[in-house]
């Protein structure tokens, strides 16, 4: 049973690009979320994923960012015109289906993003 | 809106130490505390999870405790190794938006052999 599986693991990217990171959670996991590492800095919530739906966002700047976690293949966190200050290292999560929401989260090894 | 701050931010001690890690949180409305170790440039590894009903947890030479009331965990690490050297990470998991965690800013520990 493979854990989350983040790709690529290394990004760089020039600005004004744009960025595509992808999660695929454990198995029988239906729920997603991304989480940014800014340099020296603790891990944000971005936003919380189930199959083909966006459930909380609230951490997403408005702007650029988005994410999708469609019914077949992986979740996508897509950041277009990338900028400097978007270098970060992006984590996804993912945690068992729904009833219970006391539950572990598993963390995959991140993609680590540099804008030049 | 929950705060979560672990204190120290580094800390460094000679091999075989037993030391304590702390973390406050501000909202005690909380599911679980996990403690998490990230290595430099690696992902998270969940170390111990604490139930909001629970108030410790043990696995090996790590024994994390909860205290709900004053907001406040604490990861003891015995026989400290110099394996051990990593950033510790301590994350909430509300009741209210209780799908997302909440995270420290980390203590970095250096063991000295």
């Known amino acids: 049973n493979a854990g989350v599986m983040q790709n690529p693991r290394h990004l760089v990217r020039r600005r004004g690009q744009e960025a595509r990171l992808r999660c695929s959670p454990m198995?029988?996991?239906?729920?997603v979320y991304w989480y940014r590492q800014l340099p020296e800095e603790g891990l944000k919530f971005m936003v919380y994923?189930?199959?083909?739906?966006?459930?909380?966002e609230s951490g997403m700047p408005k702007e650029r960012f988005s994410a999708e976690f469609p019914k077949e293949g992986p979740s996508i966190l897509r950041i277009q015109q990338v900028v400097r200050g978007d270098s970060a290292a992006y984590f996804c999560?993912?945690?068992?289906?729904?009833?219970?929401?006391?539950?572990?989260?598993?963390f995959g090894q991140g993609t680590r993003l540099t804008v030049v | 809106k929950q705060e979560v701050t672990q204190i120290p931010a580094a800390l460094s001690v000679p091999e075989g130490e037993n030391l304590v890690l702390n973390c406050s949180f501000t909202?005690?409305?909380?599911?679980?505390l996990q403690w998490f170790r990230q290595d430099p440039g690696k992902g998270l590894t969940s170390l111990l999870l604490?139930?909001?009903?629970?108030r410790e947890q043990t696995s090996g030479r790590l024994n994390a405790s909860l205290d709900k009331s004053s907001g406040r965990s604490t990861l003891y690490i015995a026989a400290s190794q110099p394996g051990d050297s990593a950033t510790y990470l301590c994350?909430?998991?509300?009741?209210?938006?209780?799908?997302?965690?909440?995270f420290g800013q980390g203590t970095r520990l250096t063991i000295n052999p």
């Open positions: 999560a993912s945690s068992p289906s729904a009833g219970n929401m006391n539950t572990e989260a598993f």
């Open positions: 198995k029988g996991h239906s729920h």
């Open positions: 909202d005690s409305a909380i599911y679980n």
């Open positions: 994350a909430t998991q509300r009741v209210q938006g209780a799908q997302k965690l909440v």
């Open positions: 604490i139930q909001s009903s629970q």
């Open positions: 994923l189930q199959k083909e739906n966006i459930i909380d």
